[in-house]
């Protein structure tokens, strides 16, 4: 995060101006309403929270961060990684799992039952999802990690700290190791049949106590584990049930292969993949 946060922080050069052209020094108004649109956009949702006044809440803290930041230079930048961490990983992840579930029609008539069945007959209508609701609908979230595991990132960098044995070769600190998920995830010996979108096979893993299956390395692994892995997870089951609630859609084209071209993050379709949808009414 630190190195994200000094990539996107303007660098002095000579002659008083920044790396992007403008004098520095002074306040960049852009930047204050930057910082008053993101405040203003987190503190409703804050407000509406029915949490003690002690309790900690993830946008609670943002707010917090951004309220208490009094250079104006990097409060944006904040904000802007906050929007990144949030979507650059997310909005494909929630293709990818309407996708798979549109191009499987025993999984999406299953989904749309147990959907059915918590919120009653979909509609256009307004919809509040809770968290019994979601522990209602897991069939969800194993298609949410499913299609993870069929489009994890290609590669996970992690830079040695510290001298390491791997059988027999020792990697010196300074050196860099890549691991790749998309292959690891393909191994049979931990996930049978593994080109096959097989959503049920998540059941065996301990979701409610935070684990996720045997190697499973989409979010990284250890204290270095992407921290909003959940949160993701939140937003992608959510925007899932939304969607199908309020729409009825079938694919157009066939579930697309994934582009070879994207080694980090999740990958973007090799080619189009249409869909078909109509309001409910």
Not at 51 to 60: C, D, G, I, N
Not at 154 to 169: D, E, H
Not at 261 to 267: E, V
């Amino acid at each position: 995060m630190a190195a994200c946060l000094r990539a996107g922080n303007r660098i002095p050069t000579p002659g008083g101006q920044d790396s992007l052209g403008r004098r520095s020094g002074g306040s960049d108004p852009s930047r204050s309403s930057l910082k008053r649109f993101g405040v203003d956009l987190l503190r409703p949702g804050c407000d509406e929270l029915p949490v003690p006044e002690a309790a900690a809440t993830l946008v609670q803290a943002v707010l917090n961060v951004l309220q208490m930041e009094t250079n104006e230079q990097y409060s944006p930048n904040y904000q802007l990684l906050l929007l990144w961490a949030s979507l650059s990983n997310v909005v494909p992840v929630a293709f990818w799992t309407l996708a798979f579930v549109f191009s499987h029609p025993n999984i999406h008539k299953a989904i749309m039952e147990g959907i059915s069945s918590v919120f009653g007959t979909p509609g256009k209508g307004k919809l509040k999802v809770s968290e019994d609701d979601l522990k209602k609908l897991l069939l969800i979230k194993w298609c949410a990690l499913e299609a993870i595991r069929l489009r994890s990132p290609g590669v996970i960098t992690r830079k040695v700290v510290a001298p390491v044995k791997i059988l027999n070769y020792i990697i010196p600190s300074g050196d860099f190791l890549m691991l790749s998920p998309f292959w690891l995830h393909r191994n049979p010996k931990y996930f049978p049949e593994p080109e096959l979108f097989k959503p049920e096979r998540w059941e065996k893993a301990n979701l409610e106590k935070h684990a996720f299956l045997d190697c499973f390395l989409a979010f990284g692994s250890g204290k270095f584990q992407c921290p909003g892995r959940w949160f993701a997870l939140l937003e992608i089951q959510i925007f899932v049930i939304l969607m199908l609630y309020k729409y009825d859609c079938s694919l157009l084209d066939s579930l697309p292969k994934q582009s070879s071209l994207h080694i980090l993050g999740i990958p973007q379709p090799e080619g189009q993949c249409r869909i078909e949808y109509k309001q409910r009414m």
